[in-house]
């Protein structure tokens, strides 16, 4: 990862209050420079259709597309990479797979996960869930002191996730990017959403 990015829109189709791709792309012209696409409920070609729609938009759009989980959907849709949970492939499976060019991501939630992550070969975290969410359903988030000691200790680019809002953005540390996914997707004004977030973080 060449480097470090600001704002990930994670985007649900349910959760969108406005027809996804427009969601998309008002949320880029907020501010938005990463997308993930996280979709739960769905069977692998649907993902897979879905997907392709995404990295086309991103392609117009110039951001870069990461697929959540599924590795396998990130070869076929030719998505720039994909994001890990600590229970998904390994890094070193998911990269022998992808090879060397594509953007692998693991999900951390502390700082022994955060050390592994950098010898893995990860070349981003997603660090939290800093805040309570429902999202994910945590009822208690790590906290912002937490975060600043990764930002501190983490070799790798770092994303903050979890119940980040505007109301709360403006708490979390310097250098660490963040992704979202309700405060954007559940708005009608997505672009506004998305630029108040940057403009409410210390990056």
Request: proline share 3%.
């Amino acid at each position: 990862m060449d480097r470090s990015y600001r704002l990930c829109l994670i985007i649900t189709r349910s959760m969108c209050a406005l027809q996804p791709e427009r969601t998309i792309e008002e949320a880029v012209a907020g501010g938005v420079d990463m997308i993930q696409v996280r979709e739960k409920d769905c069977s692998s070609a649907e993902l897979l259709a879905w997907s392709q729609k995404v990295v086309a938009l991103g392609e117009r759009l110039q951001v870069p597309v990461i697929i959540n989980d599924s590795v396998e959907v990130a070869m076929a849709s030719q998505a720039t990479g994909v994001h890990l949970g600590q229970d998904d492939m390994s890094i070193a499976d998911a990269r022998q797979l992808l090879g060397k060019n594509k953007l692998i991501g693991l999900s951390t939630h502390d700082l022994e996960q955060l050390d592994d992550a950098a010898l893995a070969g990860a070349d981003y975290v997603g660090f939290g869930p800093i805040f309570p969410t429902a999202t994910k359903g945590y009822t208690q988030g790590i906290g912002v002191e937490q975060l600043t000691g990764a930002v501190v200790m983490s070799s790798l680019p770092m994303l903050a996730i979890g119940g980040i809002t505007v109301d709360n953005a403006w708490m979390l540390p310097g250098k660490a990017g963040i992704a979202v996914s309700s405060a954007i997707c559940s708005s009608q004004e997505p672009g506004k959403i998305a630029h108040s977030l940057c403009s409410s973080t210390l990056y």
